[in-house]
C-alpha cells in the first residue's frame, strides 16, 4: 500500500475508533456499518471493489447492495450485523460488484423482500484496458427467486422508505461512465442505467439518500430527490462515480462544480467506492467537514 494511501487510511482508523465510542450514547440513531467498499479501516475487515452498506433504523433492518461477492457476510458477522434478520435489500443497480453476494444472501436470508430494478438482470459488460469486453451484469439464474420484488421509476417500500429511478439528465453524466456497455437488441450499445435506483429513508423529521453509483449524475439524482421532495436530504450516502474502474476520473473541473454544488444543498455527504480516493481528496478540498469517506468496518450514527 503506498505511504500517502497507508497515511489516509490510518486517520480513517482514528476517525472509526472515535465513532464507536459513542454509539452507546447514540442508540436510537440511525445506525449505518459499511459492509464492503473498495478499502478498509483495518486488516481485520477484507475489502472489494464493490460497496454493501447496513443501515438500522428504529423500525427496520435495511441491506443497500451485497458487493461483489460473500465478503459482505464475512465482515457482517464481524460487526455484529445477522443478515438472517434483514427485513430489507435494495439492489442499486445490475452489475456485478453491487448484487455479485445476492446468491450469498438468499441462502441466509429467507424472510426479506429483494427489490431489484426489472431492468437490473439485463446484460451489461464493461471495456477492460487489456482483457477487452467482460460481463458484469447480475446472476440471471437469481431472477426467479420468490423473495424479489421488481421495481420501476418510483417505489414505496414502507412509510418512511422509498426508491426512485428514472432520473432526468439535467447535467451530463459522469465521464468514467464510458467503457460501460449493454446489450440491446444484439448489439452493444452505450449503457443508459435505467436500471439504476437510489434509496430514501426519512425518519424523525431527517431524510437520507442512498445512492449505488450514481451513474446517473450525483448532481442529476439529487435534483430528483429535490423534484419528489421539494426539499433536500439531511444526509447523502453513496458512490458518485468519479473514477473508472479500469482507470481515469472525472476532469478536475467538473469534479470542483460538483463540489460547490454539494456544499451548497447543506447535507451532510458520506462517499467511498467509485467516487475514487484522488476526486473524494478534491471533494474534500472544497467540501471541508460536509464530506467524509466510508471504509470498509466504518460505522456511523446520524
Not at 123 to 146: F, M, S
Request: proline share 2%.
Amino acid at each position: 500500500m503506498p505511504y500517502t494511501l497507508r497515511k489516509w487510511m490510518t486517520a480513517r482508523c482514528r476517525c472509526f475508533t472515535r465513532q464507536i465510542d459513542f454509539l452507546d450514547d447514540k442508540a436510537e440513531d440511525m445506525l449505518i456499518k459499511t459492509l464492503v467498499e473498495n478499502t478498509t479501516i483495518a486488516e481485520d475487515f477484507g475489502c472489494e471493489h464493490g460497496l454493501s452498506l447496513y443501515i438500522e433504523t428504529k423500525t427496520n433492518k435495511i441491506l443497500f447492495d451485497v458487493g461483489a461477492s460473500e465478503l459482505f457476510l464475512r465482515n457482517a458477522k464481524k460487526l455484529d450485523v445477522n443478515i438472517a434478520e434483514i427485513d430489507f435489500l435494495v439492489i442499486s443497480h445490475g452489475h456485478y460488484d453491487h448484487g455479485g453476494g445476492l446468491k450469498t444472501f438468499f441462502a441466509e436470508n429467507t424472510k426479506a423482500q429483494v427489490f431489484i430494478h426489472e431492468l437490473a438482470f439485463g446484460r451489461y459488460y464493461a471495456v477492460r484496458a487489456h482483457d477487452g469486453i467482460e460481463y458484469i451484469g447480475l446472476d440471471d439464474a437469481l431472477r426467479q427467486n420468490k423473495q424479489i420484488v421488481l421495481t420501476t421509476d418510483s417505489f414505496l417500500i414502507s412509510d418512511g422508505m422509498q426508491i426512485f429511478s428514472n432520473v432526468a439528465q439535467k447535467e451530463p453524466r459522469p465521464q468514467s461512465n464510458r467503457g460501460l456497455l449493454k446489450e440491446q437488441q444484439g448489439e452493444m450499445v452505450a449503457d443508459t442505467f435505467d436500471h439504476e435506483q437510489n434509496l430514501i429513508i426519512e425518519e424523525e423529521g431527517k431524510s437520507l439518500l442512498i445512492t449505488g453509483c450514481a451513474h446517473n449524475g450525483i448532481i442529476n439524482i439529487l435534483e430528483h430527490f429535490y423534484s419528489i421532495k421539494g426539499r433536500r436530504p439531511d444526509y447523502v450516502i453513496g458512490g458518485f462515480h468519479l473514477a473508472g474502474h479500469s482507470g481515469g476520473s472525472e476532469d478536475l473541473a467538473m469534479i470542483d462544480r460538483i463540489g460547490k454544488y454539494l456544499l451548497g444543498t447543506r447535507a451532510k455527504f458520506y462517499t467511498g467506492h467509485c467516487t475514487g480516493i484522488e476526486p473524494y481528496n478534491r471533494l474534500k478540498a472544497v467540501m471541508g467537514d460536509r464530506i467524509d469517506y466510508l471504509s470498509t468496518g466504518s460505522v456511523i450514527t446520524i
